[in-house]
């Protein structure tokens, strides 16, 4: 849940950028989608990992 609050978080920020025509926080917000998105699919993996061994 907070990786998807914190992909939102940059989402919001890279439009933001965009519609401002600034570069740097259209950057930023990229960059923090990015590593939501990362942080995620690690979790997705940890938790697809449990499962399969507590099978």
Do not use: Y
């Amino acid at each position: 849940m907070k990786n998807k609050a914190e992909e939102l978080k940059g989402t919001a920020k890279q439009k933001i950028g965009d519609a401002t025509d600034n570069e740097s926080l259209e950057a930023e917000g990229a960059a923090e989608r990015a590593k939501a998105k990362a942080q995620q699919a690690v979790e997705d993996a940890k938790d697809a990992a449990r499962d399969a061994f507590n099978r």
